[in-house]
């Protein structure tokens, strides 16, 4: 008998997985408060919005594939690792597939992003190309950047003041301080899940040679960076409002603060395993909903 072909699911799912659809939020939540940014200016496009969101996510999905295939071809993976199954070091996508689907998807966001580029002109081709290659450099090339302790700084820059900036400008072509003060929230936010990923992986990434901050500062540091990031995004509200006169709706974002203050109790009671992995996934939902509590506040 011949064996049975596999489902069209189950051919799909290491894709899923590389993916890593429960950190996409990373790249939804930037273009929604940017939106709401340009809607308040009365400079909201829906066709802009969409095709930036689109963009957005497919560039952070192609990120994810390029470190799912460098830090298997680089050692960071291991079966001692804690965290989700990575597809390319579990040998359920081949490395050459997986740089197919990397290139494939990077080639789409930059096709989306020509009708952007259009609207925006050169700023957006830069942030668009510069996407790209940190995307890559990541965790690829001679130099990874998240191998030197610098992948924090490049998440703040690419997915809060690039991504939130970008999205506002490329509908409003303009920017202001407040665009920059809330892009800043969302990019300390997104830089956190970052942080419990880190501190999760320090071991194996120590062993591996990937300097993370986790690793080069220790444990308690990156506990006390997760905390200081915190500090930073919920201070944001009240600047907005105090300091450059938004509504004080602006202080909705705070109703997420009970979710914040359990996810740093988990953060720095917690030893790595189960917990820091369930920490990721909810350090993802808070960026999302104090996004979009941020966003209506804006509107508001």
């Known amino acids: 008998m011949n064996p049975a072909k596999p489902a069209p699911a189950s051919r799909l799912r290491p894709w899923l997985m590389a993916s890593r659809p429960r950190t996409l939020t990373a790249a939804m939540t930037p273009v929604v408060v940017g939106t709401a940014l340009a809607l308040r200016a009365h400079a909201f496009s829906a066709p802009l919005a969409l095709v930036t969101l689109v963009s957005a996510v497919l560039i952070q999905i192609g990120a994810n594939f390029a470190n799912d295939l460098y830090d298997f071809k680089k050692g960071a993976d291991t079966p001692d690792r804690l965290g989700p199954m ?152 009240f600047v907005l409002w105090l300091a450059f006169g938004l509504s004080p709706w602006v202080l909705l974002a705070l109703l997420s603060l009970p979710l914040a203050v359990r996810l740093a109790r988990t953060v720095f009671t917690a030893t790595p395993g189960p917990a820091m992995n369930q920490a990721l996934a909810g350090t993802a939902q808070l960026l999302a909903v104090y996004g979009v509590l941020l966003a209506v506040g804006i509107i508001l």
Do not use: C
């Open 86 to 237: 990575r597809v390319t070091s579990a040998g359920l996508l081949a490395p050459r597939t997986v740089e197919i689907g990397m290139w494939l998807t990077f080639g789409l966001a930059a096709l989306l992003g020509l009708y952007l580029i259009y609207a925006g002109g050169w700023p957006i081709l830069a942030i668009g190309v510069a996407s790209i290659l940190a995307g890559i450099a990541y965790t690829g090339g001679p130099v990874p950047l998240g191998y030197i302790g610098l992948g924090d700084l490049l998440v703040f820059v690419f997915f809060g003041l690039a991504a939130v900036g970008g999205t506002y400008y490329v509908q409003a072509h303009a920017l202001a301080a407040p665009v920059i003060l809330a892009a800043a929230a969302i990019g300390v936010l997104t830089t956190n899940i970052l942080v419990v990923n880190n501190l999760r992986d320090a071991d194996t990434d120590r062993a591996a040679g990937k300097r993370t901050l986790a690793v080069l500062l220790g444990r308690p540091a990156a506990r006390g960076e997760y905390a200081l990031l915190l500090l930073v995004a919920y201070a944001t509200p």
